[in-house]
């Protein structure tokens, strides 16, 4: 697509048919000149004047091409039509607007079309006025999508998730965190011109917590954007831990069926396992995953590999302490929960084998002691699980569709590069390389919201949109 900004451009605005009212939006620098040559206003002196966005009534001499020598129309006709006029860049689409309101006729309408292409109007491009709004900084790419979602929303909540985000609720958050981000990559820069000299422009203390603070909003939206696009209609639950912890077992005892291979042999489960789960209103899938290896290779590998696909599928992970681990276990165990409490936004975190003599005391309150021996914890665990899949109802949806499908792979490298910049910062790495690392994660953001586009992203989003939009 080639952008042309600077051209003045005309589509049918209004629903194509008879009715009421039809709209024909005209916009680009020449509008008034445009325009003037075929309206003739009740009140000329305050069309003259215009300066702020006005309605103006008068008649419109449309010019109709008549098979007819003698009928009535060869001289014109004289439409009645009220032309709302945004005379500056204070408008839909960032420049000078007009909307022609008159009765939809098709026929009427057609050669009204006409009219002003054949005196310096270009036929609009599907999208084109809100593709000039997003470029006039009107609008972000998420506000852009979000058009398109009001018009097509299905029904009330999507129409409510649709107009959410138009009034830009996630792009708000965005730009906070992205300004933020930016702010930080300033003051890093800004370092590096002073390395020889002892000054410190920014605490390692403070680049941590505010990669951090990214860090969790970023996992955020890569949990919706992940869970907007899984088209099974059941939640996904996934148990996942450390080799051993009881991850099988208490997948058995939940369902009550022997699904599940158990041994205390680490490394049992390899390949996923997926059980139906239906219980006091907890309608879920819930998945067993092979234990949590870095060092595996070959088919443990594999897998990982699988294990890994689930997880970024899931609604929700029930991560799985053994409480009855030595304490070499234990702290890999804690280790690993902070990595992933830090990319995952819904994460429940149960103590589990709580019923063996050597089971310590939960050091945190909202960890769920279990047994699937027992079953002590297993009705607490439901009610939580239940709990926690309730917030997601669909009315605290973020993201359209269409958005989390466009997004979700910058999300992602987003996502990755902030691990990546958050590992330089606790390796002590030079400042100069987590400057390229924000860089890169800045770079990923900006394409979300659009401040980083090539035509080709703009051609896909906006070649959606019906003409006239
Ligand atoms: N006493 C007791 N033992 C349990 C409990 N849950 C699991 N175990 C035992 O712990 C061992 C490991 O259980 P699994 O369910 O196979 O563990 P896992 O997490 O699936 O292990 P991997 O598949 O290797 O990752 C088995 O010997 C189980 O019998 C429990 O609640 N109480
Ligand atoms: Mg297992």
Redesign the pocket.
């Given at each position: 697509m080639t952008l042309q900004l600077n051209d003045t451009i005309v589509a049918l605005a209004s629903a194509p048919g008879s009715g009421g009212r039809g709209i024909v939006r005209v916009s680009g620098a020449d509008v008034k000149d445009v325009v003037s040559s075929h309206f003739t206003p009740v009140d000329a002196a305050r069309w003259e004047s215009t300066r702020v966005a006005e309605r103006h009534v008068g008649e419109w001499r449309l010019l109709i091409d008549s098979p007819w020598d003698d009928a009535p129309l060869r001289n014109g006709l004289r439409l009645p039509v009220a032309v709302c006029f945004w005379p500056t860049n204070r408008s839909y689409t960032g420049q000078s607007l007009v909307e022609l309101h008159l009765v939809s006729s098709p026929p009427l309408l057609e050669a009204l079309l006409t009219q002003l292409t054949q005196t310096g109007c270009r036929a609009a491009r599907p999208g084109e006025f809100t593709l000039r709004a997003f470029l006039a900084g009107r609008l972000d790419l998420l506000q852009a999508e979000a058009v398109l979602g009001v018009i097509d929303a299905a029904d009330h909540e999507e129409l409510e998730l649709a107009l959410r985000q138009l009034a830009g609720g996630i792009s708000h958050q965005i730009a906070a965190f992205r300004s933020d981000l930016l702010d930080l990559l300033a003051e890093l820069e800004a370092g590096l011109d002073f390395v020889e000299e002892d000054i410190e422009f920014v605490s390692r203390e403070s680049l941590s917590r505010r990669i951090g603070d990214a860090q969790q909003k970023v996992a955020e939206l890569c949990d919706q954007a992940s869970r907007r696009l899984t088209s099974s209609s059941r939640p996904k639950v996934v148990?996942a831990?450390?080799?051993?912890?009881?991850?099988?077992?208490?997948?058995?005892?939940l369902s009550g069926q022997s699904a599940?291979?158990?041994?205390?042999?680490?490394?049992?489960?390899?390949d996923y396992l997926r059980v139906p789960f239906d219980r006091d209103g907890l309608n879920v899938d819930l998945i067993?995953t092979?234990?949590w290896d870095k060092a595996a290779s070959g088919i443990d590998a594999v897998a990982q590999q699988m294990r890994d696909e689930q997880w970024q599928n899931a609604e929700l992970i029930v991560w799985?302490s053994?409480l009855?681990a030595d304490d070499r276990q234990r702290e890999e165990d804690e280790q690993l929960f902070a990595d992933v409490s830090r990319e995952r936004h819904r994460l429940l975190r149960i103590g589990?084998?709580?019923?063996?003599q050597s089971a310590s005391i939960i050091a945190s309150p909202s960890t769920i002691a279990?047994?699937?021996?027992?079953r002590l914890g297993l009705d607490e665990l439901c009610k939580r699980m239940r709990e926690t899949l309730a917030i997601d109802t669909r009315g605290q949806r973020q993201l359209l569709g269409m958005t989390a499908s466009r997004c979700q792979e910058s999300l992602f490298a987003a996502r990755d590069a902030l691990r990546r910049t958050e590992d330089a910062i606790s390796l002590g790495i030079g400042e100069d390389l987590i400057v390229i690392e924000l860089r890169d994660v800045l770079e990923h953001l900006g394409h979300i919201v659009g401040a980083v586009y090539t035509d080709d992203v703009l051609d896909r989003i906006f070649s959606k949109f019906c003409i006239g939009k």
């Open positions: 148990l831990g450390l080799p051993n912890a009881g991850k099988s077992t208490l997948l058995n005892a599940a291979l158990v041994s205390d042999v680490c490394g049992t489960t390899r067993d092979a234990g799985c053994d009855s589990t084998k709580a019923d063996r279990v047994s699937a021996t027992t």
